[in-house]
């Protein structure tokens, strides 16, 4: 699949006999090619790591082999990463922010074997400096774009990862979503995401905007390599309290992946989060008949929680931990870093308009400076109510009634276009949501796609259950290979032949 991408782009290259090198140099170096053939009509990569190949040969030459050996990994940039790399969050204002140190999860993947490879585009700031902006733009990392057709948008925040891994640059990405930045991104560019638990995957040294919704999650190509991956990730860690029940409740994911796993399974289906876009409620309604080949007992749940009140509550909370977790992790930066605060941050881009403000601005961020702590009354009852709403009253009221064990429901719309002008315009649908808010697991996998867009099929289950979560996906992954559609990097959906004779007048 990888020649299809490459062809035209090596073709030309000559044959050249190579000294023989160890299994992670090889893969690194050979990931390093596509970046550097693929990414500067993508833009999903802002950096490599000059280590990297140092990182591999390293691996070859030790005696221990991890279970992700000489598997290289691509970090979403904000996520802090020990080397030369700054973690910029996609803010000119972090550009010197090489902080020197692993986040944790990142220390247990390279402790797994891992090659962390380098940094990828993102969202600037995890899309919550302005309530419209360009999915995928950051001023550090440009306009990321989506290889299934290059003017359209590859949603966001962990815009890099998904375009990286989709393009087949590498087999595995790092993500991480407050509410659809891993999901998002997966569905939106083919591949498969999953949003653990909030808990399960330490916060530490990540960029963050919340720390009730915050975590960090793989984007791969496919279910089982998602699960190595999170079974790495997984663990407690002594500065992110969330995460005090992770090694009690940690699995090896891999481990419980069964092609019939779906067999006897009870899922309920979404159908209030579906009805808008015709194109993907035809894939959803196929991916329904291969979980119902494949022996689950589908249970259709009509109607579901108020997600406008949801909404505005979880807004609050956002804004109001924005601040105060910002202002946080921006205290443990490095003296290079000037901006220590979030006004600094909002100062920083007002005097830098040219190169940050250009095409959206910074309304997010001024509503957040104007909140009032984590004390603040407003705060408190609108966490609670959010969190009630989309867990208790929601995924689990859900979950009892149906007496299902799983909920299933189309991810998000296919990719829109990249618009300077209009900001994102994307369609509503799907149930993510309410797992973010709930803090609970959700798994996105590949269910086809409408013109050659890939859309993604959502499994959603309560807190902690990942490794049925992914059990159930491996099981419709296995069934329906076809689902996953292969990029081109076509400039647009309407060079595809079949869209071309519809465009084209009638004969007469």
Same mark, same amino acid.
């Given at each position: !699949?990888?020649?299809?991408?490459?062809?035209?782009?090596?073709?030309?290259?000559?044959?050249?006999?190579?000294?023989?090198?160890?299994?992670?140099?090889?893969?690194?170096?050979?990931?390093?090619?596509?970046?550097?053939?693929?990414?500067?009509?993508?833009?999903?990569?802002?950096?490599?790591?000059?280590?990297?190949?140092?990182?591999?040969?390293?691996?070859?030459?030790?005696?221990?082999?991890?279970?992700?050996?000489?598997?290289?990994?691509?970090?979403?940039?904000?996520?802090?990463?020990?080397?030369?790399?700054?973690?910029?969050?996609?803010?000119?204002?972090?550009?010197?922010?090489?902080?020197?140190?692993?986040?944790?999860?990142?220390?247990?993947?390279?402790?797994?074997?891992?090659?962390?490879?380098?940094?990828?585009?993102?969202?600037?700031?995890?899309?919550?400096?302005?309530?419209?902006?360009?999915?995928?733009?950051?001023?550090?990392?440009?306009?990321?774009?989506?290889?299934?057709?290059?003017?359209?948008?590859?949603?966001?925040?962990?815009?890099?990862?998904?375009?990286?891994?989709?393009?087949?640059?590498?087999?595995?990405?790092?993500?991480?979503?407050?509410?659809?930045?891993?999901?998002?991104?997966?569905?939106?560019?083919?591949?498969?995401?999953?949003?653990?638990?909030?808990?399960?995957?330490? $916060?530490?040294?990540?960029?963050?905007?919340?720390?009730?919704?915050?975590?960090?999650?793989?984007?791969?190509?496919?279910?089982?390599?998602?699960?190595?991956?999170?079974?790495?990730?997984?663990?407690?860690?002594?500065?992110?309290?969330?995460?005090?029940?992770?090694?009690?409740?940690?699995?090896?994911?891999?481990?419980?992946?069964?092609?019939?796993?779906?067999?006897?399974?009870?899922?309920?289906?979404?159908?209030?989060?579906?009805?808008?876009?015709?194109?993907?409620?035809?894939?959803?309604?196929?991916?329904?008949?291969?979980?119902?080949?494949?022996?689950?007992?589908?249970?259709?749940?009509?109607?579901?929680?108020? $997600?406008?009140?949801?909404?505005?509550?979880?807004?609050?909370?956002?804004?109001?931990?924005?601040?105060?977790?910002?202002?946080?992790?921006?205290?443990?930066?490095?003296?290079?870093?000037?901006?220590?605060?979030?006004?600094?941050?909002?100062?920083?881009?007002?005097?830098?308009?040219?190169?940050?403000?250009?095409?959206?601005?910074?309304?997010?961020?001024?509503?957040?400076?104007?909140?009032?702590?984590?004390?603040?009354?407003?705060?408190?009852?609108?966490?609670?109510?959010?969190?009630?709403?989309?867990?208790?009253?929601?995924?689990?009221? !859900?979950?009892?009634?149906?007496?299902?064990?799983?909920?299933?429901?189309?991810?998000?719309?296919?990719?829109?276009?990249?618009?300077?002008?209009?900001?994102?315009?994307?369609?509503?649908?799907?149930?993510?949501?309410?797992?973010?808010?709930?803090?609970?697991?959700?798994?996105?996998?590949? !269910?086809?796609?409408?013109?050659?867009?890939?859309?993604?099929?959502?499994?959603?289950?309560?807190?902690?259950?990942?490794?049925?979560?992914?059990?159930?996906?491996?099981?419709?992954?296995?069934?329906?290979?076809? !689902?996953?559609?292969?990029?081109?990097?076509?400039?647009?959906?309407?060079? $595809?032949?079949?869209?071309?004779?519809?465009?084209?007048?009638?004969?007469?």
């Amino acid at each position: !699949m990888r020649a299809f991408l490459l062809a035209g782009l090596l073709a030309t290259a000559p044959a050249v006999a190579a000294p023989a090198v160890g299994v992670a140099e090889a893969n690194t170096a050979a990931a390093i090619t596509r970046i550097k053939a693929l990414n500067p009509r993508l833009n999903a990569v802002i950096a490599i790591d000059p280590a990297a190949i140092a990182q591999a040969r390293a691996l070859d030459a030790g005696t221990v082999r991890g279970p992700l050996f000489g598997l290289p990994i691509l970090v979403k940039d904000n996520i802090d990463m020990a080397g030369a790399l700054p973690t910029t969050a996609g803010s000119l204002a972090l550009k010197d922010n090489v902080t020197g140190r692993d986040a944790p999860f990142i220390a247990r993947l390279r402790a797994a074997g891992a090659v962390l490879l380098g940094k990828t585009n993102l969202s600037e700031w995890a899309n919550i400096r302005a309530d419209a902006s360009i999915s995928g733009w950051s001023a550090v990392g440009g306009q990321t774009r989506n290889p299934h057709a290059l003017s359209r948008n590859t949603c966001g925040s962990s815009s890099g990862s998904g375009a990286a891994v989709a393009a087949q640059m590498v087999d595995a990405a790092i993500g991480t979503e407050t509410d659809g930045s891993i999901t998002c991104p997966a569905a939106i560019n083919g591949i498969v995401g999953i949003k653990p638990t909030v808990g399960l995957v330490s $916060r530490t040294h990540v960029v963050p905007i919340s720390h009730s919704q915050d975590t960090a999650g793989p984007m791969t190509r496919d279910v089982r390599t998602a699960a190595r991956l999170l079974t790495a990730m997984a663990g407690s860690d002594p500065a992110d309290p969330a995460t005090r029940e992770a090694d009690a409740r940690k699995a090896d994911y891999a481990a419980a992946l069964k092609p019939d796993a779906l067999n006897g399974a009870r899922i309920g289906v979404l159908r209030w989060a579906t009805g808008w876009h015709a194109g993907v409620d035809e894939r959803f309604e196929a991916a329904l008949v291969v979980l119902k080949a494949q022996g689950a007992v589908l249970v259709d749940i009509a109607t579901g929680p108020n $997600r406008r009140e949801i909404g505005a509550n979880e807004f609050t909370v956002l804004l109001t931990e924005l601040k105060a977790d910002l202002n946080a992790y921006l205290a443990t930066t490095p003296a290079t870093v000037k901006a220590r605060t979030l006004a600094d941050l909002i100062a920083f881009n007002r005097a830098n308009a040219a190169a940050e403000l250009g095409l959206f601005g910074q309304d997010t961020f001024e509503k957040a400076q104007g909140t009032k702590g984590l004390d603040d009354p407003a705060y408190r009852k609108a966490r609670e109510t959010s969190l009630r709403l989309a867990g208790k009253e929601g995924i689990d009221k !859900m979950l009892a009634e149906a007496k299902v064990e799983a909920l299933v429901a189309p991810t998000a719309a296919p990719a829109w276009f990249i618009d300077p002008v209009n900001a994102d315009q994307a369609p509503g649908g799907g149930a993510g949501g309410l797992a973010a808010v709930a803090g609970y697991p959700h798994l996105t996998v590949p !269910m086809g796609g409408v013109r050659g867009l890939p859309v993604g099929l959502s499994f959603i289950g309560p807190a902690w259950s990942e490794a049925r979560l992914l059990a159930l996906g491996y099981a419709f992954e296995q069934a329906a290979p076809a !689902m996953k559609l292969i990029p081109g990097l076509a400039q647009t959906v309407e060079e $595809r032949a079949d869209v071309q004779a519809l465009f084209a007048p009638a004969k007469r």
